[in-house]
């Protein structure tokens, strides 16, 4: 085989950091966002008569379960053994909202950021599938890092 | 086996929505979300010079990818025969934001919403695992539907 | 290309049922299994006391998700357009058991029995999970089908 | 963002153990369950003229790749670097039935019992499904834990 | 939100075909491949002792749910209702080679080609998994569709 | 339980390989294959006119994906934590060709062989996906292990 052009499409080329020669250490990472609804939403998740039954419970099992795939749904992720993802809810009358936060720990190489943010994200999307049937206009926002710890960057919290 | 009691936990359990009475009608639905980013992150995806390479080719695809698995992250969501996914991007340099659309188009049973919502969703996620080590304060926000069409409830369309 | 050997192995080989030929019709099964287990663990339950969490709700996220998967754990089954899940428990004091039924429904060419088994059975295998730190002895038992409909072979109902 | 309510659902709600502080060390689980027929299908499994196709081989791996998404399919689980996962069938012609027994090994923070539970429980699964055409009365049955070893709780054996 | 670039990166952006007006119609297509090796790893197989074990009804186990898999694969794909996955083996003693042949069947809007070419592909990849610790060298060649029928564009079929 | 017999089908049976006593050690392999076409395919290629988007970012995505799910589509490999995955693409002009090639690494008890050239063979698959439209007649040949490193067997290389 003769004659081979240079690399094509080098420049942009999506890449995985190679993280071969990076120590395990242990990682966590804190996520959030933040579901708001109008009154009707709201009311039924508050008097738990949501037709298509127990929001919270749902949410937190499709986003645990989802911070388990976050190296098949975002492309340069790698794959980690997570130690622990847990997932709570918090309700903010005032806003009609639900505020969603995800942690998730590993021991890796990497650190544990995503799978944070797709475990919030999940179970985001989640609540709005169980609510959308009684409003479709249901925003998720406010989807960010709080604060992570481990690895060679150490720790990073959000800014109040 | 005698005496079984009522069946546990009636209340509030989740449930699918039973559509095998439904009919199968061609439907669409568009979602967005907006990635708000220092200047950074902004200027390197502006430049094109983000290490992890193309943003946008490779946040497309993933959003892509996860609307064709919606039914294994959302619990309550069916299988759909998807017939399209696309996902644009604009920017808005004022705000040093990406919006992201996406569009799902299905003929079926049941409605595409959620993913669209997805789409957009894990394309977003996307971006901020490229752009993460350039700034890890980037938000995630307005994941809302746009429109949707098809089905018994008709069209819908997020009021301006 | 010359001389090539008759198919290897043809006898035994792994076959898919080829359903290009058959109509589409409404189609449901019903199956269920039982879940046998000491007085810890059974104690746990009824008081919803488990450390892992709400055993039922997390049970049947875990059996819907399943039956939408089938065609990736079942190799020689077709992927089905599901109409409905759903997942019912009930308890049976006297023998310390839960009794898990799932019923699965569609609109295709091949029947719905290995959805609701597997929906059963990885409900059950969930349960399991959540109370193996109380007692490890515990017995997933009577896997079976219950009821099917739809199809060329029509209605059957197990012996009573 | 004021006055947010205490943590909803706290109690009772899904919980994965937290494995951070625990150290990797060798595990092995053994399970086991019977898969009950009647004469039909039992003569087709005995002169390998299952229409379908050779059983064992293919419930092998069925089983086999099940045990390697144990942590996608039951919620709570961690996702474990398999070392080893075999599948072994036996006949029990005085039953009429097969019995499975599956084995899983791992270096890891915790235990790989749900691994080998699934693996037998998807070999059983696809042996159902290969015979169903033949008899839909056939049961899976005794689905248990036969050993287990390693980790802080050391070795365990179903009692004879 | 004002003052929107015009969309980003149009030329050359990833994009599903839109099949939603299409109609669905039977559809079948047959793909092929050949794995060549040494004689160390073609004796093994052809005395059925590779010490990884039956590597033909592996493979085709392999290939049938690699076929299922496809639109999670292929970025661009769009999920198919396969109503058929068959997978052949015909051994070439004088290249001592084995050559792979895949068969798909769907009836859908858009065609089953890729699902053929995948399954030829992961049943070859699979071949190769397991006489690799024979002969590093083997190499799989020649994956091209064969045939493919149904559709607007009709029947295709390979030159002789 | 009385008169088991011996096990059965335990020739020929599919094996993992027993991983358990191996260390972890660093790990490399390299993987190529060539995706040839006639002029119609290779113009639009080289013109980036391909109506269904840039290629060759789609292709690099597919296979690095692809890498991060072996354990699911090769059914002996087992499950290892990658620490990078690159692929790259050259232009052979004079044979209207696309050659792949794809690096895959871990620090694991086993190769990642498999990773590499399921790697190089997903990203084939989808330029034929994406070229398909154009000419029907392309073929994948020569997916082959350039080279491995690391493991009890050490560096190995194709021979020249």
């Keep these: 085989m003769v004659k081979v052009l240079s690399h094509l499409d080098d420049q942009g080329k999506a890449?995985?950091?190679?993280?071969?020669?990076?120590v395990q250490t242990s990682r966590?990472?804190?996520?959030?966002c933040v579901v708001k609804m109008g009154e009707d939403a709201f009311s039924a998740l508050l008097d738990k008569s949501v037709p298509k039954g127990d929001v919270f419970s749902t949410a937190r099992i499709a986003g645990i379960?989802?911070?388990?795939?976050?190296?098949e749904l975002v492309p340069l992720c790698h794959p980690l053994p997570l130690n622990f993802v847990g997932i709570d809810f918090d309700l903010i009358p005032e806003e009609r909202a639900v505020k969603i936060t995800a942690?998730?720990?590993?021991?890796?190489?990497t650190g544990v950021e995503?799978?944070?943010?797709?475990?919030?994200?999940?179970a985001a999307l989640t609540v709005y599938d169980m609510?959308?049937?009684?409003e479709k206009?249901?925003?998720?926002?406010n989807i960010q890092l709080e604060y992570k710890s481990g690895?060679?960057?150490?720790?990073w919290k959000k800014e109040a």
Tied chains: 1, 2, 3, 4, 5, 6.
């Design 137 to 141: 206009g249901i925003v998720i926002t």
């Design 65 to 71: 379960l989802a911070a388990k795939r976050v190296d």
């Design 151 to 155: 690895g060679k960057s150490g720790t």
């Design 15 to 22: 890449r995985m950091v190679d993280v071969s020669g990076k």
């Design 103 to 109: 942690t998730a720990r590993t021991t890796a190489k």
């Design 28 to 32: 966590e990472a804190i996520a959030s």
């Design 131 to 134: 609510l959308k049937a009684l």
């Design 114 to 122: 995503m799978e944070a943010m797709t475990a919030a994200t999940v």
